[in-house]
């Protein structure tokens, strides 16, 4: 019955929005590139075990009604991202299967073992700080396969544990450049530095990180409780005991060198004249060709098993899909409507680029929805408007709200893809959208709020 109403919904929503668009200004291949692009949005919310389905057909009918052609499709699937994946998630697999994350998870019980909250507070912090060292990715990785651990232990369902650490880490990755790919691209297009990112973004990340702790400790506090009590039933997992010595050490040396590698990229790529984040995709494929040769015979089953492909092809086609709105011209009428209603107003100008930034980040890939908007600010710079606020206000609402949704960034689906690989559970649109509504929405308003007092008042 819930299958037949879900695609009574599908229907549904996908004939309303050919009506609406029927109603506009739009050409032929904007009508149909908007269409398609709803249409996979509304098949991964509904039918979310069934996304690269409704991904693979979509671009199936771009490309047979010539609205995309293969060259572009090629440009807007992002392949430094997939590459990307595929070496951290194969890094991440070895060593999970060395034991690395047992290791780690016994030395965090040593600091945040009193309490259901403080563990929640501690893996929260632990996200953040991540995400900000090296990239929301990479920390999603870890955090998750931790998590996972700790839910197992304590017999508890992951998803909120899962949900609220992908939080935080989104977060995090809003305090340096390195932290999201977001990051970098408005460090270049506004000429700012990583100390800009150290005076601007990082004090309201941290207030905003503060709050996301308190907001998620109220709203799974029943959660919590249990952790708790279950903590105090069975006590301390007891799983790096047995750990191997040489292991463990083969294995801090490939995690901090593919840290160290990530976090040191820039300055890297300057000293050695490469192009802009070419080791930001070379570390983590050095690594991971590093862990296929430690792992001899059992390379083949470790590329296999621990690379998600599932989620990997679902961000290819997605992404292409959502790229074809920038080669159809769609975002550029989005970005004249936003110029035309902000006027000349400072404030209103930051706080609309802000949320549009947020609502697009929600529903489509963060990293096209702030190129997007990166000429919508260059255009008001070019009319002499002072647009050093909307640089922030861009950042934050691209990481913040897109908690609100389990599409809304790249940690997301990354953190769902492993929860459904290693544990077979699923999620609907709603069991990710009501803590998001709770979470992600105040996170963005304290954002907002702060980022303005801080260029228009203080």
Known sequence: ????????????????????????????????????????????????????????????????SRVLDVPHLMKYAHFDVILFLMGMMTVIGFL???????????????????????????????????????????????????????????????????????????????????????????????NLTFLDFIRWATPIGVMVLILTIILASLYWRPYITKLNDMMNLLGEPNLGEEADKRKMRVSWAIFLCTIGGLVLHHPLEELLHLERNTLLLAVPLIMAGVTLL???????????????????????????????????????????????YAGGN????????????????AFMDNILAVATLVSVVHGLEAYGYHVFPTWWGMLFGACYLGNLTMIGSTANIVALGILEKE??????????????????????????????LQHFVF
Not at 294 to 318: H, K, M, P, Q, Y
Not at 432 to 448: D, E, M, N, S
Request: proline share 2%; no cysteine.
């Open 96 to 190: 999970e299967e060395q034991g690395f994350f047992e290791h780690v998870l016994e030395i965090l019980f040593k600091y945040f073992s009193r309490s259901g909250l403080m563990l929640i507070s501690g893996l929260l912090l632990m996200s953040a700080v991540f995400a900000a060292l090296v990239d929301e990715v990479t920390s999603i990785l870890f955090i998750t396969a931790l998590t996972l651990r700790i839910t197992k232990h304590y017999d508890l369902d992951p998803l909120p544990m899962v949900i609220a650490t992908v939080m935080a880490t989104n977060v995090g990755s809003s305090f340096t450049v390195v932290g999201n790919p977001i990051g970098v691209l408005i460090a270049f297009e506004g």
């Open 423 to 452: 544990r077979g559970r699923h999620i609907h649109f709603f069991d990710w959208f009501k803590p998001g509504l709770v979470i992600a929405v105040p996170q963005l308003t304290l954002a907002t709020i702060l980022l303005l």
């Open 294 to 340: 430690i792992s001899g015979e059992r390379a083949r089953e470790l590329i296999e098993r621990r690379v998600d492909w599932w989620t990997l092809a679902f961000f290819i086609f997605f992404f292409a899909t959502v790229g074809t709105l920038a080669y159809t011209g769609v975002t550029e009428i989005i970005a004249e409507a936003i110029i035309a």
């Open 346 to 361: 400072p404030i209103l100008i930051t706080t609309l680029i802000t949320w549009t930034a947020g609502v697009l980040s």
């Open 1 to 64: 019955m819930s299958k037949l109403r879900g695609l009574i919904t599908y229907i549904a929503g996908l004939l309303l929005t050919v009506i609406v668009v029927s109603g506009t200004d739009l050409n032929a291949s904007q009508m149909v590139s908007v269409t398609i692009f709803i249409a996979i949005i509304l098949g991964a919310i509904l039918f979310w075990r069934l996304r690269l389905a409704f991904a693979l057909a979509g671009v199936a009918v771009l490309l047979f």
